[in-house]
C-alpha cells in the first residue's frame, strides 16, 4: 500500500498474522544485526547485560528519587493535612512549592506529590494543567472531574472498551440514566458528592482506611495542584480562585500551586483582592544541581553498577545539565543512552558484569573474541609493557582467558580506590582556599577520569597549600577526609586515622630553645650588630639569621610534612586515571562525539553543510571545492540556487536569479529543463525555509536567513 | 611592500620544499589536481610549478570541458590535444606548441563575453557588468595581440619560485600586479557597503585576467635554476580553467573580510572548544575533512589582520596547499560494511554584523520579470515530465547514502525499543529512509504514517485514524483530550500492541500548531509508542520547548540523502510552478452536472458571453440586467426572481462571482480563466 495520497495523511498498516505484533520487542536481534562478525557472538549476551544493568540502574534512579521527594514533600504534606481545620476568615490554605526551571523534571514532581496526597492527606486530589485549562468552564470541569473520580472505589473489571465509551457519553451526554451518579460537572455536584462521600465515610467508621482514623480530622480536604502555575491564563486562575473561595464554608479546598520561578510569580499573577484570599506558605523543591550531585553519587558510582561512564562522556553530559536544561531525568536519559551504546558498538562489553558472573562470561569467550580482546589499546599498551617472554605465553587463547579473569574484577576494586582517594583528596581540598577540584564531587571526579591528576597542577598545589596549615586545620581537614572515606573501610582511613592520632598525641608545648643555643644566638645577633657597618649589610645579615632559623622546622611540622608525603604517597597509588587500566574498554564508555551527535541535535549545520559543500556527504570528486563560496556546475541542483542566493540581499529577482543559475549549470539542457530544474530547486529552497514568496516586487522571493555559509 | 619582504623571507625557505612535496602529491591522485585548479587559477598564478603538473591531466580537462558551452567545445579538445602528449615526469621540458593554447585562450575570451551578453540581464549576478564587459574586452584584446609576448612572460614568470626565490624580482611585479588589480580594487568602504555582493564572480575573475595581463608587461626576471617549467604547459593547464572560473559564478574576492571571518570562526571554534568537551582529538570519528578545514583556519590566525592585499595572497596560496595535501584519500569511502563516516559538523559561522548588513545594504534589485520567459509557469505535470527526462546527477553517491542509512537501521530499532524516539534531520528528502526501513522492518508489526507535510493533516484526523483503524476502536470519543485518553488507556492495557509512529516532516506546515505537537508529544511518551520522524525545515528545533523535547526524547541522526522533495513540494504553492485548475474545472464540471436543464442554459450563457469578451481589457462582468435580458429570450427564465434564485445558487457553488461595479450595477463574472471555461464549454457541446 503506498503512502502517499493526494487527500489522506495518515495510513495505517496492520501485521498480516495478528500474533507477532503483540510480541515485545526484542532488541538482541538489533543487537546483532549492528555487530560485526565478530561482535555477532556476544550480542545477545550484550543485550541481555544492558537490559539487567538498566533496571539495576533504574532501581537506583527510583530509589533515590523516592527517597529525595519524601524529604521534599515532607513538610508540605503535614501543613495540608492540617489545613482543614484553619478557620474560614484565613483564605483557602495555599502550598507554594517552588518547583525550580528543570520543567521537563515536573511530571514527576507531580505525579509523585498527586500519589503521596492521595496515600497520606485526601483521596480528593485534582492535579490540573495549563494545557487543557483554557477557560474557567474547562477548568472546574477537570477540577471537579478529578475531585469527585477520585472519591468513588473505581472497579477494576469495567472493561476497556466501557471506559472508552463511558467517557464519551460523560462529556457528551452527561445525565444518561445508568451513569446519573456523575452528575455534571459543577461546583454545587461538587459539594453535593462531597457530603454524600463525608456522610459514607463517617457513618461506619470501621471502613475509614489508612491512618486516618488516627491523624486525620473528620473532614478530608479536596486538594487542587496546579501545575506550572505561570503556564496558566490569568483571567482562569483568578476566577477560580474567587470560585474556590466562595465555596470555602463548605467545601475545605486547598491548594498547591507549582511556581518555576519564584514565589512573586503568584502575586504577579493574582491582584491584591484575589491573593487576599488565600493564605500562601512556601516551600521549596530541592535544587536541580544537588539532585544531580546526589543522583551521580547514588546511581553512577554506585559500587552494584558495572558501568561507567568516560571523563568525556561525563563533562558532555554534565554541560548539557548545566548549560541546556537542569533536568535530571534528561541526565538520566542520556545516561542510558551511553550505557545502551557502550553495549550495542563495543563487543568488549560482554565483560561488562558483576564480578560473580565474569567466570562464565569468561569461560563463553570464542577465540575472535579473545582475539577482540587482545586488540583492545589498553591490553595492548599493557602486553608491550610487559617481558617477552610473558607476553609470549598470553598469546595462548587459555592463559589469556585466566589472566582475564585475573585482571577483569580489578576494574571495579579500582574504581573503588578510585572513589575512595579522590574522596579523601576532595575532602582535603575542600577547606583550602580557591577550590582547587572543583566546589562539587562530581568536578573532582570528572577531572580525575580526564587527566592523571597526580600529575596536575591542581594535586601539587593543594598539597602545597595543606603544607601550609595550622595545626587546629590540619586536623580538621583530617577529620573530614577521615569522614569522607570511613565508611568504605579501606587503608586509607586507617592511615588518616593513626595520622589524626599522631597530630593529636602531638605534645603541645613549643620545643624547648636550649639556653645553650639561645644565648648562642644573642651572641650572633650582638656580633651581627657590631659587625653591621651599613643599614644595607644589617638588613641581609639579618635576612640570612632569619632563613636559617627558619630552615629549622619545629616539630609540629617536620611531623605535618611527613604526615602529607605519607598520604601524598597512598593517593597516589590509589588515583589512577581509568584509561590506564588494561581492559578499561569493557566497562567504560567514552565515545563523546557519538553521543553528542545523538543527544545535541544540530539540524541546521547539517542543512547548511550539505548544501554549502555537498562533496563532503556525496564523497565525490567532482564537487570537492577550494573555497567554501565557490560553485562547481557539478554539484547537484539545489546546492547551486542555494550558494548563488546567498550573494543576494532581502529580495531575490527569481528571473535574474535563473538566469544565473543557466550560467552556472551550462548549456547542457534546454531553457525549458533549466527552468523546471530551477523551479523545483526554489521549491525546494521554499520548503526548506530559506526563501519565502512576498508582494513587495513582482516576480521577487523574500530572503529569510542573513549570513554566508 | 613590508608585507611583500616579510613573505619573500618567510618563503625563500620553505617554497621550494613544499612545492615539491605538492607536486608528488599531485603526482599521486587525479582528483587532487582538480582541487588545486579550481582555485590556483582565480586566485593566483605565481606558483607556477604547480600548473604545470596541470598537463598531465589533460584528459581530465577535456572532460570538463564538455560541461562548457558549445563554443567552448573547440577550445579545450585543442587544448586537449597537445597535452596528452605532456609527460607528467618531465615536467622541465617545455613540450607542446604555444601558440594553440594562447589561440584558444583567446576564444575562450571571447567566447565569455557573448556569455556575459545572455547573462546581462542580471543586476545581482552580475555585478558591476557594463564596466566588467568593457574591460574583459579590452582583456581579450590584449590577449590576442600579445600572444607572444605572454609566452615569455609566463616563462618568466613561472621559474621555480618566481616570488618566493627572487628577491630583486617583486618591484616590477608587484607593481604590475598592482596596477593590473586596479579595475576592481575597492575601499574597505565600499568593500563594506557590498558585503554581500563581495563574492560575486566578477572581480576574482576580472582580477586574474588582469593580473595575466600585468604579468605579460613585467620585464623578464633572471631565469631560476632549470626548473622552469615550460609556457606552453602553463599556458595549456590554464585554459581550461578558464571556462570553469567563469562557470563557477561565485568565487570570493579575497578581502581581507574573509581573513577576518575566518580568525573570528577560529576565535569562536576555540572559544566553544573551552566550553563544551574539546579534548576528543583523538576521537576515530573525526572524518579528514574536518581536519582540513580545522587546519585551514589556523592559517589566517597567524597573519595579522592588515588590508594589505599581499597577505590575501599569501593566506590563499597556503590555504590551497593545505587543500591540496589534505583531500581525502579515495580509501576513505566506504561503500561496503561500514557506514561511511559523515562529516562531523562545524557551527555555522554566522556574524550578528552579518546581518546588518544584510538589511542596510538591501542592493536594489533588477525589474525584470518571469514575463520574458517564454512560459513564465511551468504546469506541475510539464515540470514533472522534464525532471524525470533528465538523468539525476550523483545517482550513484546519492544511492550509497541511502544504504549508509540502511545500515543504522537496526540501531534505530535498538534504540527504539529501549524508550528513545528518533529524529532524522539533514538535507533531502528523507521519505525514502523512512519508507525503506517501514518495509524492511516492520512489516510484521503495526505502524502508522503520518505525511507531516500533508496540507490537510490535523490533529483530530491523526487520532482518528489512530483510534479507528489501529486499535479498532469502534465509536472513538469526539473530544481531542478525550481521544487522547482513550489512545493512553488503550496502549496501557496488558498485551496491548507496540505501535510504530512514522512521522514524514514532523515539522510541516500544517504540524506546526501547538495541538499537534502537543498530541504528538503526548503519544511519544508513551513507552509503547515508538515514533521515527523526520525533519526538515531549517528552523524546526523551534518548534519544540523544554518540555516537549523531554517528552519526546529524541536522538538526532544526520540522514542527509541529497534526494529531492518531490512528494513534499508537490502540495507546496511553488512560487514558479503554475496553479493547475484540474481540481476547479472537475468541480465546476460535478456542480454543474446537478444543475437542472435552465439553470445550465443560464451558466452556458454567462460562461460563452465571457469567453467571447476574453479579449476585452475593459470587460469586468455581466450586467444583471443583460442577463437577465438574454436569458428572457432564450426562455431560461421567466423573472427576475427566479433568475437570481438561480445565481444565488451558483454563488453558493462558487461558480460565479458578482461584483458592484462604480455605478451600482451588479456584474457577474465566472472566476475562471477564459481557456479553461472554453475547454468546459467544448466539454459540455460534446456531451
Not at chain 1, 445525565?175 to 460537572?185: E, I, L, V
Not at chain 1, 480536604?221 to 465555596?247: G, N, T
Not at chain 2, 479498532?472 to 487522547?484: G, H, M, Y
Not at chain 2, 526524547?553 to 542527509?560: G, Q, V
Request: glycine share 4%; aromatic share 6%; proline share 6%.
Amino acid at each position: 500500500m503506498a503512502t502517499s495520497s493526494l487527500t489522506k495523511s495518515c495510513f495505517v498498516f496492520k501485521p498480516k498474522s495478528g500474533g507477532s505484533s503483540s510480541a515485545a520487542l526484542d532488541s538482541s536481534q538489533y543487537f546483532a544485526g549492528l555487530s560485526d562478525d565478530m561482535g555477532i557472538q556476544s550480542a545477545e549476551r550484550r543485550s541481555q547485560t544492558f537490559n539487567s544493568t538498566w533496571q539495576t540502574a533504574e532501581k537506583l534512579c527510583t530509589d533515590f528519587q523516592e527517597e529525595m521527594f519524601n524529604t521534599v514533600f515532607h513538610e508540605m504534606i503535614e501543613y495540608l493535612q492540617g489545613s482543614v481545620d484553619i478557620e474560614e476568615d484565613a483564605g483557602i490554605p495555599t502550598a507554594t512549592l517552588i518547583t525550580g526551571v528543570n520543567m521537563p523534571d515536573h511530571t514527576g514532581v507531580f505525579r509523585s506529590l498527586a500519589e503521596r496526597l492521595r496515600a497520606q492527606v485526601t483521596a480528593h486530589v485534582a492535579v490540573l494543567e495549563a494545557a487543557s485549562c483554557t477557560t474557567v468552564q474547562a477548568t472546574v470541569r477537570a477540577m471537579v472531574r478529578q475531585l469527585t473520580a477520585a472519591g468513588e472505589p473505581l472497579s477494576p473489571d469495567v472493561p476497556v472498551v466501557d471506559e472508552d465509551d463511558e467517557d464519551d457519553c460523560l462529556l457528551d451526554v452527561p445525565d444518561q440514566t445508568s451513569r446519573q451518579r456523575r452528575a455534571p460537572a459543577t461546583m454545587p455536584a461538587l459539594v453535593a458528592h462531597y457530603e454524600a462521600a463525608q456522610e459514607t465515610v463517617a457513618s461506619p467508621k470501621k471502613r475509614s482506611p489508612r491512618k486516618r482514623a488516627r491523624t486525620a480530622p473528620q473532614r478530608r480536604p479536596l486538594v487542587v495542584v496546579w501545575r506550572d502555575l505561570e503556564a496558566f491564563q490569568p483571567r482562569v486562575l483568578q476566577d477560580l480562585v474567587l470560585i474556590c473561595s466562595q465555596y470555602r464554608s463548605r467545601l475545605p479546598i486547598s491548594f498547591v500551586f507549582g511556581v518555576s520561578t519564584c514565589a512573586s510569580a503568584v502575586h504577579r499573577l493574582l491582584p491584591q483582592h484575589v491573593s487576599a484570599r488565600l493564605s500562601l506558605h512556601k516551600f521549596h523543591s530541592q535544587l536541580a544541581t544537588h539532585c544531580l550531585a546526589e543522583m551521580i553519587d547514588k546511581v553512577l558510582l554506585s559500587p552494584s553498577m558495572p558501568f561507567r561512564l568516560g571523563g568525556r562522556a561525563l563533562r558532555l553530559l554534565l554541560d548539557i545539565f548545566l548549560y541546556h536544561d537542569f533536568s535530571v531525568n534528561n541526565f538520566i536519559s542520556a545516561y542510558k543512552f551511553c550505557m545502551l551504546s557502550h553495549f550495542l558498538w563495543s563487543p568488549a562489553s560482554a565483560l561488562c558484569c558483576e564480578p560473580g558472573q565474569l567466570e562464565e562470561r569468561v569461560e563463553e569467550l570464542t577465540g575472535a573474541q579473545v582475539a577482540g580482546l587482545r586488540a583492545l589499546p589498553s591490553v595492548r599498551a599493557y602486553l608491550d609493557d610487559l617481558e617477552q617472554e610473558e607476553r609470549h605465553t598470553l598469546q595462548h587463547d587459555g592463559v589469556f582467558k585466566e589472566w582475564v579473569l585475573h585482571m577483569a574484577p580489578k576494574l571495579h576494586s579500582k574504581h573503588e580506590e578510585l572513589l575512595v582517594g579522590l574522596r579523601c583528596l576532595f575532602a582535603l581540598t575542600k577547606r583550602l582556599p580557591g577550590a582547587l577540584l572543583g566546589k562539587q564531587f562530581r568536578e573532582a571526579y570528572n577531572l580525575a577520569l580526564l587527566h592523571a591528576l597526580p600529575e596536575r597542577d591542581e594535586y601539587k598545589r593543594t598539597f602545597q597549600l595543606l603544607n601550609m596549615l595550622s595545626r587546629q586545620e590540619l586536623t580538621a581537614t583530617l577529620e573530614h577526609a577521615l569522614e569522607a572515606v570511613s565508611g568504605s573501610g579501606s587503608a586509607l582511613s586507617t592511615l588518616l586515622r593513626t595520622q589524626l592520632d599522631r597530630v593529636r598525641a602531638l605534645d603541645d608545648r613549643p620545643t624547648p630553645v636550649s639556653a645553650e643555643e639561645s644565648s648562642q644566638q644573642r651572641r650572633l645577633v650582638a656580633d651581627t650588630l657590631k659587625q653591621a657597618t651599613s643599614r644595607q649589610s644589617l638588613r641581609e645579615s639579618l635576612q640570612s639569621m632569619g632563613a636559617a632559623r627558619n630552615a629549622r622546622l619545629n616539630p609540629y611540622e617536620t611531623l605535618r610534612s611527613a604526615l602529607l608525603a605519607e598520604l601524598d604517597e597512598h593517593l597516589r597509588g590509589l588515583i589512577v586515571q581509568p584509561s590506564k587500566w588494561p581492559f578499561n574498554e569493557c566497562v567504560v564508555f567514552d565515545d563523546v562525539s557519538l553521543v553528542r551527535r545523538r543527544l545535541v541535535g544540530a539540524p541546521r549545520s547539517s542543512v547548511q553543510t550539505a548544501l554549502a559543500d555537498p562533496a563532503k556527504y556525496l564523497q565525490c570528486t567532482c564537487c570537492q571545492l577550494g573555497d567554501a563560496a565557490s560553485i562547481r556546475p557539478t554539484m547537484p541542483d539545489l546546492c547551486i540556487v542555494y550558494k548563488l542566493h546567498l550573494e543576494c540581499g532581502r529580495l531575490i529577482n527569481l528571473f535574474d536569479w535563473m538566469q544565473a543559475f543557466r550560467a552556472v549549470v551550462g548549456a547542457s539542457d534546454d531553457d525549458q529543463t533549466i527552468q523546471a530544474r530551477f523551479a523545483h530547486c526554489v521549491a525546494e529552497l521554499q520548503f526548506l525555509g530559506f526563501i519565502k514568496s512576498t508582494q513587495r516586487k513582482t516576480d521577487h522571493v523574500a530572503r529569510l536567513t542573513w549570513g554566508s555559509c | 611592500m613590508n608585507s611583500a619582504g616579510r613573505r619573500t623571507r618567510k618563503d625563500s625557505g620553505s617554497g621550494d620544499n613544499s612545492s615539491r612535496t605538492m607536486r608528488t602529491r599531485q603526482d599521486s591522485t587525479i582528483k587532487d589536481i582538480n582541487g588545486v585548479l579550481s582555485v590556483r587559477f582565480l586566485d593566483d598564478a605565481d606558483a607556477l610549478e604547480k600548473i604545470c603538473c596541470i598537463s598531465k591531466t589533460a584528459p581530465k580537462m577535456s572532460r570538463v570541458g564538455e560541461l562548457l558551452r558549445n563554443s567552448q567545445h573547440l577550445i579545450s579538445h585543442r587544448a586537449g590535444t597537445p597535452m596528452t602528449v605532456a609527460d607528467p615526469d618531465s615536467e622541465s621540458e617545455p613540450e607542446s606548441p604555444p601558440a594553440q593554447p594562447n589561440a584558444a585562450l583567446t576564444e575562450l575570451n571571447s567566447a565569455q563575453l557573448e556569455v556575459e551578453d545572455t547573462v546581462r540581464g542580471t543586476a545581482v549576478f552580475g555585478f558591476q557588468r557594463c564596466h566588467r564587459r568593457s574591460h574583459l574586452r579590452r582583456v581579450a584584446e590584449e590577449f590576442a595581440q600579445k600572444s607572444p609576448v605572454k609566452t615569455s612572460a609566463a616563462d618568466i614568470k613561472s621559474p621555480g619560485t618566481p616570488r618566493r626565490g627572487c628577491s630583486g624580482l617583486p618591484a616590477s611585479i608587484g607593481s604590475g600586479r598592482r596596477g593590473g588589480r586596479r579595475p576592481v580594487s575597492r575601499t574597505v568602504d565600499d568593500r563594506n557597503r557590498s558585503r554581500s555582493r563581495s563574492r560575486s564572480p566578477p572581480p576574482a575573475r576580472s582580477r586574474s585576467r588582469s593580473k595575466s595581463r600585468s604579468r605579460s608587461r613585467s620585464p623578464p626576471p633572471p631565469q631560476r635554476n632549470g626548473r622552469t617549467p615550460s609556457t606552453p604547459k602553463s599556458a595549456a593547464g590554464r585554459t581550461p580553467q578558464t571556462p570553469r572560473g567563469r562557470a563557477s559564478a561565485a568565487l570570493p574576492a579575497k578581502t581581507p573580510q574573509t581573513v577576518r571571518r575566518k580568525v573570528k570562526l577560529r576565535l569562536s571554534k576555540l572559544k566553544q572548544e573551552d566550553i563544551a568537551v574539546s579534548d576528543d582529538d583523538d576521537d576515530s570519528d573525526v572524518s579528514p575533512l574536518e581536519d582540513s578545514s580545522e587546519d585551514e583556519y589556523k592559517a589566517p590566525m597567524e597573519e595579522e589582520e592588515d588590508d594589505d592585499e599581499e597577505s590575501e595572497e599569501e593566506d590563499d596560496e597556503e590555504e590551497e596547499e593545505e587543500e591540496a595535501s589534505t583531500v581525502p584519500p579515495a580509501a576513505v569511502r566506504g561503500r561496503g560494511g561500514a557506514p561511511r563516516r559523515r562529516p562531523e559538523l562545524e557551527p555555522a559561522a554566522v556574524s550578528a554584523e552579518d546581518y546588518f548588513s544584510l538589511h542596510s545594504a538591501g542592493g536594489p534589485t533588477s525589474n525584470h520579470t518571469l514575463s520574458r520567459l517564454s512560459e513564465p509557469r511551468l504546469s506541475g505535470a510539464a515540470l514533472r515530465a522534464l525532471l524525470d527526462a533528465r538523468p539525476t546527477d550523483h545517482a550513484a553517491e546519492r544511492a550509497a547514502l541511502l544504504t549508509d542509512l540502511e545500515i543504522m537501521f537496526p540501531h534505530w530499532l535498538a534504540a527504539v525499543s529501549h524508550g528513545f524516539n528518533i529524529l532524522l534531520h539533514g538535507l533531502g528528502s528523507k521519505r525514502d529512509v523512512l519508507e525503506r526501513l517501514r518495509r524492511q522492518h516492520l512489516r510484521e508489526r503495526l505502524h502508522m504514517v503520518v505525511s507531516g507535510y500533508h496540507p490537510s493533516v490535523t490533529p483530530r484526523q491523526l487520532l482518528l485514524t489512530l483510534l479507528e483503524e489501529a486499535l479498532d476502536v469502534p465509536a472513538p470519543p469526539s473530544k481531542l483530550e478525550a481521544q487522547l485518553e482513550a489512545v493512553e488507556r488503550r496502549l496501557a492495557a496488558p498485551g496491548a500492541p507496540a505501535l510504530f509512529l512514522l512521522v514524514h516532516s514532523i515539522d510541516g506546515p500544517m504540524m506546526r500548531a501547538e495541538k499537534m505537537q502537543y498530541v504528538l508529544a503526548r503519544l511519544a511518551q508513551l513507552p509503547r509508542v515508538h515514533l521515527l520522524a523526520s525533519a526538515d525545515h531549517i528552523n524546526s528545533p523551534l518548534v519544540w520547548d523544554q518540555h516537549k523535547l523531554a517528552q519526546f526524547n529524541f536522538l538526532w541522526f544526520d540522514a542527509t540523502t541529497l534526494l529531492p522533495y518531490t512528494e513534499e513540494t508537490s502540495y507546496e504553492n511553488s512560487l514558479l510552478v503554475r496553479q493547475t485548475a484540474d481540481l476547479a474545472l472537475s468541480s465546476l464540471r460535478h456542480v454543474f452536472k446537478s444543475l437542472t436543464p435552465n439553470a445550465r442554459g443560464i451558466f452556458i450563457l454567462l460562461a460563452k458571453n465571457q469567453v467571447e469578451r476574453a479579449s476585452d481589457k475593459t470587460f469586468d462582468g455581466m450586467p444583471l440586467s443583460e442577463l437577465y435580458q438574454r436569458c428572457r429570450d432564450a426562455f431560461l427564465v421567466s423573472s427576475q426572481v427566479a433568475l437570481r434564485a438561480q445565481l444565488t445558487e451558483f454563488r453558493d457553488h462558487k461558480l460565479i462571482r458578482t461584483r458592484q461595479s462604480h455605478d451600482g450595477v451588479e456584474q457577474l463574472t465566472v472566476p475562471l480563466e477564459a481557456a479553461l471555461i472554453s475547454e468546459f464549454l467544448a466539454s459540455c457541446e460534446d456531451s
